[in-house]
């Protein structure tokens, strides 16, 4: 297990991308394996959507590591699971929840600095706590910063990308192994951040946003995908459903 931690630590390189076509079962994570993928990784809202669950730690925690099991049963790949807001209610917890996740067998972790439901970030210090309780377990952190959630990017960038950083060295120092913005799509912001981050950067690709390719020219380490493709999938199947039962014949 300690390979596939290193293996997977060592795809994060800034200028030339992990991209993370994210999944939410065995079935999607053996379509994406077969595509070429060099690690898998789950998406919690395609995760708990596709049990007709909500997202934020709606999905049962016992369920999130039956789902991990089958992943892990079709792919020799590095597996990294969205572990949301750690499923803990303190360090402790999230430490204790973290560490099932590395003992069956994930390479990695997401993990946000807000609580399920809450809009406002955690406190510096006690997201930190929460990170360092991960990353004490020896699996792959990516420490998910939602500074830019929300927030007006035209008036507040440069504020942001400083907030941003404060998190960055906040989270490194306690043992993250990268750092995860959404919510940004601003080429100035990411490079900014990028450039200066001690983690590497992973970004959120986004419809009308940098291309993968500008994304790695931007010095980004890591380009997931998030719940698109659950939501193109199931956009897809709901069309391909209306043709078939209005009469018609599906594109399949």
């Known amino acids: 297990m300690t390979d596939k931690i290193a293996q997977f630590r060592a795809l994060h390189v800034p200028g030339d991308p992990l991209i993370l076509v994210n999944i939410w079962d065995a079935g999607s994570a053996k379509a994406v394996a077969a595509a070429g ?4 990784a789950t998406g919690s809202y395609g995760v708990a959507g596709a049990q007709g669950r909500a997202d934020g730690e709606d999905f049962p925690l016992e369920d999130v590591f039956e789902n991990l099991a089958r992943i892990l049963s079709v792919t020799d ?5 969205d572990m949301e807001s750690g499923y803990g209610a ?15 067998g994930a390479a990695g972790i997401n993990m946000e600095d807000r609580l399920p439901g809450v809009a406002e970030l955690l406190a510096i210090g006690e997201a930190q706590d929460r990170y360092r309780a991960a990353a ?3 699996i792959f952190v ?6 830019f959630r929300g927030q007006d990017i035209a008036k507040d960038g440069d504020a942001l990308v400083a907030a941003t950083l404060e998190r960055a060295r906040a989270y490194a120092d306690a043992g993250a192994g990268s750092l995860f913005v959404p919510f940004l799509l601003d080429p100035k912001c990411i490079g900014a951040i990028c450039e200066a981050s001690p983690l590497p950067v992973n970004i959120l690709r986004g419809k009308g946003g940098p291309t993968h390719r500008e994304l790695a020219g931007l010095g980004v380490a890591r380009i997931s995908h998030g719940h698109q493709p659950w939501a193109a999938a199931m956009t897809w199947l709901t069309a391909q459903a209306g043709q078939v039962l209005g009469g018609e014949e599906p594109d399949y």
């Open 136 to 138: 004490d377990t020896g």
């Open 37 to 40: 993928a060099k690690a898998i």
């Open 142 to 147: 990516n420490a998910r910063c939602d500074t």
């Open 77 to 81: 790949l590095p597996v990294t699971i």
């Open 90 to 104: 303190d360090a402790e917890a999230v430490g204790a929840s973290v560490g099932r996740a590395k003992a069956a």
